[in-house]
């Protein structure tokens, strides 16, 4: 990780301008309740460019005559370290971390604003916007307290995001082998709860087996909050609730991925809950299937990435017509978009260490993006009927449908990373019934 982390600095300062200087900020911990602390995650960014997995953390990069980075950490406590764990301290945050000096944290600002002196870009990582009210205070200060007649400095201030978050859409050998065990720690998530599932079965139970089984593969968390909706909570997209009895008759869908090492898997499967389809179920649930399966088939290097969504979309359209879903032409029907009623999202987002990964969909001149080989991503149609919608025959209302894949771009195609969790009637329904 330190040399990885390393190539990454030194890829992304030689992109920058002479006289620039980068502020990387970590997150904080975060307050529970009282004393009682939330888990901590590390900011993904900081974490790309330094490795360091420590609270409340500030990196700089100066890209100067010399380039040097700088770490600003907690210093070691063995008070604060026998109750809370191990810090790395300054000693550490060079030694093990790699940079070329560290300090506490107390001693960030006062570091800070000499290297300002002559500096002409600052480039800000800073999501939460822990220095956002510090920003223009320390880009003028060289320029309000220098003597009249001294040369003033004049620093433009950049978001660090549009030059990072791009070169994090091409993920590196390293980077898809933790994408890889985490699908493959979801994927026995999957399976488990399917074999598990049943009439009178809660959802927080099925839930709670999906966590128990991916910890057994080496995740220590999931990359989302886990969505285990029955009947027609699915039709609630981001439902977290995970709290209801499932009933005899219900689709189930479920929407969990672990995380493995901070890379994310994002897989979604929809199946009955006594494991037996009826028509209604089968129809819309093999239309999405085949939906899904047209646009894996056109991935490859230089296909463009809105044609995954259009395709997916004439596929449910056409078939949601012919169920008798939607009324009028397919081509009034593509036109009025009136098959949103029933699918209602995009369908697909980058995968990596965001679960909704960063990065441009679109290219500099605003065209949509092409793929290229080292990309990873979902694709995730859906249709939802509520069970509200009386105007659709009662066998349909009441499920939603999703059928979620990760999907990797290779050299002359793609690979289904999630394809072993089962995913066609037959499949389902053979490990359901075991």
Known sequence: MLNTCRQRRTELLEQLPNNSLVILAGYQQKVRSKNIKYHFRQDNDFLYLTGFKEPDAIAILVKHEVSEYLLFCRPKDPAQEVSFGTRAGVEGAVEHYGADKAYSI??????LLPLLQSITTLYISDELG???????????????????????????????AKMLHAKRVVKSQ??????????????????????ACHPGINERELSSLFDFTIAKYGCNDVAYPNIVAGGNNACCLHYEENCNELQDGQMLLIDAG????????????????????TPEQKAIYQLVLNALDQAIAIVQPGSIWISLYDTCMQVMAKGLKELGLLSGSIEHIMTTESYKRFTVHKTGHWLGMDVHDVG???DDKGNWRTLEAGMVFTIEPGIYIPEDALDVPEGYRGMGIRIEDDIMVTDNGSENLSANVPRTIDDIERIMCK
Do not use: C
């Open 174 to 195: 390293a980077e898809i082998i933790k994408i890889r065990n985490a699908v493959a720690a979801s994927t026995s998530g999957h399976k488990a709860v399917m074999q």
């Open 258 to 277: 672990g995380e493995y090492e901070h890379y994310a898997s994002d897989i979604t499967r929809s199946y009955p809950v006594n494991g037996k389809f």
């Open 360 to 362: 441009p969909y679109h």
């Open 106 to 111: 107390a001693q960030f600002e006062q570091t």
């Open 130 to 160: 822990r220095f956002s009210s510090s920003l223009v205070r320390w880009t003028n200060n060289q320029r309000l307290t220098a003597p009249f007649d001294t040369p003033k400095n004049f620093i433009s201030i950049t978001p660090l």
